[in-house]
């Protein structure tokens, strides 16, 4: 880890844009420590392992058609810095495409320092991600393990490395089942993105598009979570206690980051999301939650959400 070298990359962002992307990646290497990457074969062919058992068991409880992305990597965090990196860029290159600022060159400089600040942060706390790689040129998916991160973290926890680490792959496999269920949910994903993005870039904001978006990422979390109580082969209700300590006994610094980052509402959209499938699945079972992912008219509205038997009632279920 380099502060200098990552500061400088930052005071050094060049070019006509408004974000130097390439100054970022080397400004959020630079700043993290990639962690070790010393994976034997056995430990490979463990986490290939928990995968193919994630799929089978979801794919049984959930009654879901689903495969898992061909790209499976084990990664450290610049691995994952280096894959995400370009995710941000794609987010953020429609309102760069209308910005316009008095000082360029300040500006590219602060906003480049952000971005890197950002990517950084996640890169140092993310465990596990399936990625459906929004709005890129291709329809490819993929699957990542921040090893150092699960293994710090098992550690902090005090629980066991290799059933940590497959709870990490239960979860992240659930993901890879909505999007492998439901086609349409990328593409649903993508044109929520670009009207909100859009009408950013042009000064205003689209409540509507930001509240289907976050309606459909508090779906997409509460059925992970359903399938996760339904599909995990063992007790796990430690490691989301423990975990959940974890976060509440970060520091002030540490909780602003995550509250400016979203990470706070992406725990509001699990606990919402959850409860709105624990009523449909015990008023029906989990294969009536399944429903959600046959078409978008089917997806619950915000209101809907807090309200599961006008969502039942209007599917006829």
Request: a negative charge; aromatic letters at 8%; glycine letters at 6%.
């Amino acid at each position: 880890m380099n502060l200098f070298r990552s500061v400088r990359a930052v005071t050094g962002a060049s070019g006509d844009g408004a974000v130097d992307w390439d100054a970022v990646v080397e400004a959020a290497r630079a700043s993290t420590d990639p962690g070790p990457l010393d994976v034997s074969a056995a430990e490979r062919e463990a986490y290939a392992t928990d995968v193919r058992d994630a799929r089978t068991r979801i794919r049984s409880i959930g009654d879901l058609t689903f495969d898992v992305p061909d790209r499976i990597e084990i990664q450290n965090r610049h691995h994952w810095i280096d894959a995400n990196a370009d995710t941000f860029r794609r987010v953020m290159q429609p309102v760069e495409s209308h910005t316009t600022v008095a000082i360029p060159g300040v500006s590219r400089v602060v906003n480049t320092g952000t971005m890197s600040f950002m990517l950084a942060f996640l890169g140092r706390n993310v465990l596990g991600q399936y990625d459906p790689l929004l709005l890129a040129d291709s329809n490819d998916h993929a699957l990542y393990f921040v090893r150092p991160n699960i293994v710090d973290v098992a550690d902090k926890l005090d629980v066991e490395y290799d059933r940590f680490r497959r709870w990490i792959a239960f979860h992240e496999v659930t993901h890879a089942a909505e999007f492998g269920a439901a086609p349409w949910l990328t593409d649903h994903l993508e044109a929520t993105m670009d009207d909100g993005i859009e009408a950013l870039s042009r000064g205003t904001l689209d409540r509507e598009a930001f509240e289907e978006l976050d309606t459909t990422m508090t779906v997409v979390e509460g059925y992970a979570e359903l399938l996760m109580d339904h599909a995990f082969d063992g007790e796990y209700a430690d490691l989301r206690a423990k975990l959940d300590a974890r976060r509440q006994g970060r520091g002030p610094l540490a909780r602003f980051v995550r509250r400016t980052l979203g990470l706070g509402m992406k725990r509001r959209q699990y606990e919402r999301g959850k409860a709105f499938f624990e009523q449909v699945a015990e008023q029906r079972d989990v294969e009536t939650a399944s429903v959600v992912w046959d078409r978008p008219e089917n997806l619950p509205t915000n209101d809907e959400i807090d309200d599961p038997d006008a969502w039942l009632r209007r599917l006829n279920l």
